[in-house]
């Protein structure tokens, strides 16, 4: 409608053009040649699209926009064959109707006729009560949007939740289960995410967690319960306080915000590396049934699941391939109970493991599809424990101490195709025992396969190998072990877009790095609902 009444309005303009022209009996050729550059047989000869085309006309005439207009948006007015429009020249009546024509040709065109006007009346008469309950309808809907506008959450902020039931079961061959704590178990997890922005690009993600799922380590017989026998899911593992036993705690708390290509993450609470971006490179890296993977690199990647750690960190995407991530975690922020102890920069008191922290650096590089990915990651660790996860004496070579190691992981994956990946592996650990000249060196590795979409879309297949982090040397001794190895499968049925049922085992051998110590299986069987 905006082009039909600015072409409406071009008849009084080019009026009172003709109302200023010379008037002419009569037409020479000059004349005719104009008249048929303006009419619709005669545009061929001196057809333009752009005002530039005309070669005597400038940007600095008084006229230049409204004749860009005409000849631009409209076409209704060309010019000589010549390629000019000769300006200065008199209007004649005979040149005024042809372009008052012409341009009443393009209203035409613009406007609806009569016919499609009686056309558009018959049929709102005919929908007539259609278009009643659509606008009742309209009306309904904008009622209720007010009403969970009022009475919605929040405004800024989204829930997110995960229940995970868990049926799993441990035996050991040796005999090493203490059973009268149930090798059998059956429990659940409850995740409730609750996700802020106030820019539409930052996340202030707050966390709530509730689980009953008592860890591996907790059904061996004690001195068989390594640390990295634990479900993915579990809880802290730490000796007496296996869950929550159902009671909600905070379990996260961090606010991320974007400065140009970096993400920063700073928060009090539950902040592990991976919450500023620094997760391996496998396609085992996200949420998933293998226990191969969380073991490389243990020095590097926490797995500490305490909610007592808090930490800041950032995630420089450099270019389309490479990123960085770099970041400080303090792993017993909430201890503020004495002087010097706590807090986020606290001094560690000889043997008590308080204020342990990690310093976290990696580099990764992904192809432009991401079939192709690799990460090489350093940790710098002081406290009480060498590793997060692995034999005892991975835990601590030398028993109840403070330590110092510099931790390297090196991770791969390769999506081979769409239908299988394979990802890969090694992190090795330099243990120092502070105050003292021990040292010990922590090695593992893993490498895996991932079927996606087996069978059908949304279903996976994955088997990986590996050896949990063990003492392969050290200065004394008695704190090496023979390592414990390790397979693992699983296949995840994805029942609906919320729901889904895995089933899998993992085993292994030398619990605890012993050669006693026998071999470890356990199958479990969980069911995940997300809401």
């Known amino acids: 409608m905006k082009r039909l009444f600015s072409a409406l309005l071009l008849a009084p303009a080019l009026a009172g053009v003709a109302a200023s022209a010379a008037s002419a009996n009569g037409l020479n050729n000059d004349q005719l040649q104009k008249i048929d550059a303006v009419t619709p047989n005669g545009i061929t000869a001196g057809q333009i699209t752009s005002i530039g085309e005309l070669s005597d006309v400038k940007p600095t005439d008084w006229a230049y926009q409204a004749l860009q207009s005409l000849v631009e948006r409209y076409g209704c007015i060309v010019g000589y064959p010549d390629r000019t429009y000769r300006g200065s020249r008199a209007l004649t009546r005979y040149e005024f109707a042809a372009g008052l024509n012409a341009c009443l040709d393009k209203v035409i065109e613009f406007a609806a006729s009569k016919e499609d006007l009686d056309t558009l009346k018959r049929l709102t008469e005919e929908f007539q009560a259609e278009l009643a309950t659509l606008r009742g309808r309209v009306d309904s809907l904008e009622a209720r949007v007010k009403e969970l506008e009022a009475t919605r959450f929040s405004t800024t902020t989204k829930l997110q939740g995960e229940v995970i039931f868990s049926l799993d079961a441990v035996a050991n061959s040796a005999g090493n289960e203490r059973n009268q704590d149930g090798a059998v178990s059956f429990g659940n997890r409850v995740t409730l995410n609750l996700n802020t922005s106030f820019t539409g690009k930052d996340l202030l993600l707050t966390r709530l967690r509730a689980r009953n799922i008592e860890t591996i380590q907790q059904r061996l017989s004690p001195g068989f319960n390594p640390s990295g026998s634990r479900l993915d899911y579990d809880g802290t593992g730490s000796p007496g306080v296996p869950n929550s036993a159902n009671t909600f705690f905070l379990d996260k708390l961090l606010y991320r915000f974007p400065v140009g290509d970096v993400s920063f993450t700073i928060g009090t609470a539950g902040v592990q590396p991976q919450d500023y971006g620094l997760s391996d490179a496998t ?107 692995g034999t005892t004496n991975a835990f601590q070579p030398f028993g109840a101490t403070n330590y110092n190691s510099n931790n390297l992981a090196l991770t791969l994956g390769w999506a081979i195709s769409d239908a299988v990946t394979l990802s890969a592996g090694y992190g090795i650990g330099f243990v120092n025992e502070q105050g003292t000249n021990q040292n010990a060196t922590v090695q593992n590795y893993a490498i895996g396969l991932t079927f996606p979409n087996l069978f059908a879309d949304g279903n996976e297949f994955g088997v990986a190998a590996g050896q949990q982090p063990w003492v392969s040397s050290a200065s004394t001794r008695s704190a090496e072990d023979t390592g414990s190895f390790g397979v693992e499968t699983y296949y995840k049925f994805q029942v609906t877009d919320n729901i889904s049922i895995t089933p899998g085992i993992y085993v292994f051998n030398n619990t605890n790095g012993q050669q006693d110590g026998g071999t470890t299986y356990v199958p479990f069987l969980k069911t995940v609902f997300r809401f």
Do not use: M
């Open 283 to 389: 396609f085992f890296s996200n949420p998933a049934n293998t226990k191969a993977f969380k073991f490389v690199g243990s020095g590097v990647y926490a797995d500490t699941r305490d909610p007592d750690t808090a930490g800041v960190g950032f995630n420089w995407k450099a270019s389309k391939n490479f990123s960085f991530q770099a970041g400080y975690i303090n792993r017993n922020s909430a201890d503020v109970s004495a002087v010097n102890s706590g807090g986020f920069f606290a001094f560690t008191p000889a043997g008590t493991g308080i204020n342990s922290w990690d310093i976290n650096a990696q580099v990764k590089f992904n192809t432009d599809n991401n079939k192709f990915r690799a990460a090489l990651a350093y940790a710098l660790r002081n406290g009480r424990y060498a590793t997060d996860l």
